[in-house]
């Protein structure tokens, strides 16, 4: 195992960097990081929309949510790397590429999580809040959101964490990352293909679960700070 | 200080407020009563156009407070509202509750609202909550935070519905008492409530409703003493056992 891992620890930690793209688990960094980043803020966007009275915005919103959650994210990225290139007339990046179908397909499922997070918010706290004179969007900043989001820890999470893991298929289309070092190491050794699936395995798992710890004490932080206790 | 004129309001199909009529004039306090069911929320809720009406006018200091025109804002932050489940912001502390407004709608500087707040929980008791959060307080300690919350829009009028029926029978008085004591400084109030004694005590005139409609409008003394309408009295026999 650590001659394995001395071999290819390089392959797997930057993928073919400095030669090449940088990929391997610097690679899914990369892409979750920026995947989120992107979906996430979108997802704010739409979900908010989602719950807004004006018509327009609700159908467009509610339209994107039905379109992109039920087709398999693998069509998306197909779409975007087989179809966008002919429809725009030129050549798009694989990771640019990947990162446009990620956030695309999961800022659909966030907005959900938003949606359904503002609406668990009391209809008293709007309304108190609409009552001292604040507005639409100060009602929405300044009391829903703050309480939604906190609700919604742990389904955005398990949305996080969900994300990370599928940015593991864009390697069918060649982009750079921790799966596709895993691949290319498998196709130099030949054998022992469980013991390279293993590390990449554990190199998912290791992200999701720290990423899990750092959600689970926010969450607490913020239980705490609600009951007075945080310091 | 607020006339209704003809105000009708339907929930479906539901005649939620039938022909109300009357006014409340600067300085008075006003209790409404009545079985649930009405329509006294949703009357005290048309002031502030939490609740909408189909038809007729609603007037606040002169002012119609229908049709697209108006500054629903400006309008609400003149109106101090409170809830009968206080509905204070459970992600901010005390002091933040009560500032908020009057930072974020009449753009006082932070130090000078956290003042305010300081100088309304005295007001009301609460002196030493200012960092507190909301989980931390009781029932009578939240409500009367919302009036301090209430207080800091220097309104030049308070709404209640039904401050009291959410609390625990001890913390009712202390409630009651702020309430007393802004009556007692000339504030214009309107009271949705049960609370047959403040109303004696503090009331200026009493409205009795039911099915949407407003079958008293008397001083406390001949409503209490020569309830005109027979729901009336049969609403009064049931309430003081």
């Known amino acids: 195992m650590i001659e394995f891992l001395h071999t290819y620890g390089m392959l797997f930690l930057v993928g073919s960097w400095p ?3 940088i990929g391997g688990f610097a690679g899914t960094l990369i892409l979750a990081a920026l995947g989120l980043a992107g979906a996430f803020p979108a997802a704010l966007v739409i979900g908010v929309a ?10 467009l919103s509610s339209a994107w949510v039905h379109t992109f959650r039920s087709i398999p994210l693998i069509m998306i990225v197909f779409w975007a790397y087989f179809l966008l290139p002919v429809m725009i007339g030129f050549e798009v990046p694989p990771f640019s590429t990947a990162l446009a179908a990620i956030i695309v397909y999961e800022s659909a499922f966030l907005a959900e999580i938003v949606r359904a997070g503002i609406q668990s918010v009391p209809a008293g706290q709007v309304e108190a ?10 009602t929405l900043w300044s009391v ?3 309480q939604a989001l906190s609700n919604m820890i742990p389904s955005l999470v398990n ?9 593991s298929i864009v390697y069918i289309i060649g982009v750079q990352e921790a799966a596709f070092s895993a691949q290319q190491i498998n196709s130099i050794e030949l054998t022992g293909a469980l013991r390279t699936y293993l590390v990449l395995a554990l190199f998912y798992f290791l992200l999701c679960a720290l990423l899990s710890r750092l959600a689970r004490r926010l969450e607490l932080h913020l239980q705490n700070k609600r009951l007075g206790l945080a310091i | 200080m607020i006339q209704f004129e003809g105000v009708n309001k339907w929930y479906k199909r539901y005649h939620a407020l039938n022909n109300i009529c009357g006014e409340v004039r600067a300085g008075e306090v006003l209790v409404v009563c009545g079985p649930s069911g009405s329509g ?20 606040v200091e002169g002012q119609s407070i229908c049709g697209e025109k108006v500054d629903i804002n400006r309008l609400r932050a003149k109106i101090g509202f409170v809830f009968q489940q206080f509905n204070l912001f459970p992600h901010l502390s005390v002091k ?10 009449g753009g006082m500087a932070r130090n000078e609202a956290y003042a305010l707040a300081e100088e309304l929980l005295h007001k009301v008791g609460l002196g030493d909550k200012l960092d507190a959060m909301p989980a931390n307080l009781s029932g009578g300690q939240q409500q ?21 029926s959410a609390l625990d029978p001890e913390m009712v008085g202390e409630v009651l008492n702020v309430m007393k004591s802004l009556a007692a400084e000339g504030m214009t109030m309107v009271c949705v409530t049960h609370e047959m004694n403040f109303a004696r005590e503090v009331a200026d005139r009493v409205w009795f409703m039911d099915r949407g409609e407003i079958l008293e409008d008397a001083p406390p003394a001949e409503f209490f003493s020569r309830p005109r309408h027979e729901r009336a009295r049969k609403f009064l026999a049931d309430i003081i056992h």
Do not use: C, H
Not at chain 2, 146 to 161: E, S, Y
């Open chain 1, 19 to 21: 030669n090449g793209p």
């Open chain 1, 129 to 138: 809040a609409r009552a001292v004179g604040l507005g639409y969007f100060q």
């Open chain 2, 40 to 59: 006294k929320s949703t009357m005290i809720r048309t002031i502030n156009k939490l609740e909408e009406i189909q038809s007729g006018t609603i007037r």
């Open chain 2, 96 to 105: 933040d509750n009560i500032a908020l407004s009057p930072v974020k709608v």
């Open chain 1, 144 to 146: 829903q959101l703050p």
């Open chain 1, 50 to 59: 989602r719950t807004s009275g004006n018509a327009p915005l609700k159908w």
């Open chain 2, 144 to 164: 009367r935070v919302a009036i301090a919350r209430a207080l800091a829009q220097k309104p030049t009028l308070l709404l209640f519905d039904e401050p009291t």
């Open chain 1, 159 to 167: 949305q996080f964490v969900s994300t990370i893991k599928a940015t």
